[in-house]
């Protein structure tokens, strides 16, 4: 569809487009926090349960690249309504399975039913859109995409606990059916069976790389990382993929991803950012709802709610970053926002067992206002200097890459909470003496019976857990300063004024 048809279409089509990207973002964690009630209903142990969200992973991870090759053949709106049906069905077969088997089986068909949503999402805008009018729009579509991983454990924990854990899948099935509706009657169809060829052997590579990696930073917590078999054959596959991925782009005529897509300065640059923006963004929000279910006693729904102001202050930013940008540029917009993340981030590294959601909520606003100002700008950014003929390439690359972003976020603050931990929990009990007066004096309790130590051995953990935290929050934090200065090398916002309008001539 070209942005000179009628505007009803073209906002009717966009709405449609945003529910399909809402859908995807509120999967990747609305599952999460079911997973206890799973268990029960799939006879599942605890080590089985977490295959339920490998498996969408890894499905996504695997079908997500093809979707760039599959979009010019079959044509981008084909494409997506065919994913729509694929992704409600799955959806709703999930909701419906008895055993962990046919779960699992049926998550895959999930992950590749809706891998393809969230790249076309972001690769219609442009078609449906001015140039002057993407910022705004990629402003909306931001607000599905971060919103949605956000609001998942509030909408999970309630359906879970109030209803069913079968809920959050079925949740998926009336988005699914407006938004197919929506692109079905607004969106105008592309022209299908363009020839391309299909690079199979690059393509092999590239999936080798990212399921490989995607199922280390999955498996790696679990089975501790390179000491486990599984997760060093796991490597290998990763390292293998990457490598002749690398020397196969280099050396044939016709790659998987186009030139102008993986040759793209500007892309690279702006990918850098956004993988550590989602890095941030994925893991923080992974951590938050375990410190507070997990030290503050919180129930699943009251840690939903003590990170939703997160969402707020995404939702605010989105609406004046357009703004920004037009008057300070991009480069200005995204440093105020990785500042406003670093302000976040400390404020967490500050947390105390005993607090109120208080802190939380506050340092909640300002990551979700400091990456709402980031992803706009970002996302407009990478766009800017890609041919519209790789829009959907571009899509598919650059979403993929900042999935993996997103794992190793997750991944790497998972592995320093655990090292934390254990440095801070040998450091407290070493000054719990029995010699020492002052310890006799405050617990006597300790030396009467197996009761009194094990309780000081649960708040030596529970004191050691939060102190991880807040270092766990501080390398997150020195992350974030470390990438300000990648602002710099981005190009000119007059330079790339000029870089879009030609791309969007017809």
């Not at 079905?184 to 399921?211: H, T």
């Amino acid at each position: 569809m070209s942005y000179h048809e009628g505007l009803a279409a073209r906002a009717l089509a966009t709405a449609g487009v945003m529910l399909a990207t809402l859908t995807i973002s509120l999967d990747t964690t609305i599952a999460n926090v079911a997973l206890p009630h799973m268990r029960g209903s799939l006879s599942a142990g605890q080590d089985q349960i977490t295959w339920v969200l490998t498996s969408y992973i890894v499905a996504t991870a695997m079908m997500t690249p093809l979707t760039g090759w599959l979009a010019v053949r079959w044509g981008r709106k084909r494409l997506f309504l065919i994913s729509i049906i694929v992704f409600v069905a799955a959806s709703v077969l999930c909701g419906m399975a008895e055993t962990l088997p046919e779960m699992v089986a049926l998550r895959v068909l999930q992950g590749i039913g809706g891998c393809a949503m969230v790249p076309l999402s972001q690769a219609s805008l442009f078609d449906l859109w001015s140039p002057a009018q993407i910022p705004r729009m990629m402003s909306i579509w931001a607000v599905g995409a971060t919103v949605g991983p956000v609001l998942g454990p509030t909408i999970g924990g309630f359906l879970t606990e109030n209803y069913s854990w079968r809920l959050v899948f079925y949740i998926n099935v009336p988005i699914g059916i407006v938004s197919f509706l929506a692109i079905a009657l607004a969106m105008a169809p592309d022209k299908p069976g363009q020839k391309r060829s299909f690079d199979l052997l690059g393509f092999i590579a590239f999936v080798m790389f990212s399921v490989g990696v995607q199922l280390v930073l999955d498996r790696g917590p679990s089975q501790d990382w390179l000491d486990s078999p599984e997760v060093g054959v796991e490597a290998f596959i990763a390292a293998c993929g990457l490598y002749v991925f690398v020397l196969h782009t280099l050396t044939t005529k016709a790659p998987f991803f186009h030139p102008d897509v993986i040759g793209n300065r500007n892309l690279w640059i702006c990918l850098t950012i956004l993988i550590a923006t989602t890095g941030v963004l994925y893991s923080t929000a992974a951590l938050l709802p375990t410190f507070l279910q997990g030290l503050l006693g919180y129930s699943a729904l009251q840690s939903g709610l003590a990170v939703m102001p997160r969402g707020v202050g995404a939702i605010v930013a989105f609406v004046l970053a357009p703004f920004a940008v037009e008057r300070v540029g991009p480069r200005v917009t995204v440093a105020s926002g990785m500042l406003m993340t670093i302000i976040g981030l400390w404020l967490l590294t500050r947390l105390d067992p005993s607090m109120t959601a208080r802190p939380i909520e506050q340092s909640g606003f300002l990551l979700g206002f400091g990456q709402g100002l980031m992803i706009n700008p970002l996302a407009v950014l990478v766009f800017a200097t890609i041919p519209g003929t790789h829009r959907t390439e571009a899509a598919v690359f650059s979403n993929t890459i900042r999935t993996l972003g997103g794992s190793f976020g997750i991944a790497i603050a998972q592995a320093l909470l655990i090292r934390q931990s254990a440095a801070a929990h040998e450091t407290l009990g070493a000054h719990v003496i029995a010699s020492d007066p002052i310890v006799r004096w405050r617990l006597p309790e300790l030396f009467g019976g197996g009761f009194g130590v094990e309780a000081i051995n649960a708040e030596v953990t529970r004191q050691a857990d939060a102190i991880a935290y807040n270092a766990t929050f501080a390398w997150l934090a020195l992350a974030a300063v470390c990438m300000l200065p990648m602002v710099v090398l981005v190009r000119s916002a007059r330079r790339l004024q000029k870089e879009r309008a030609a791309v969007h001539v017809d």
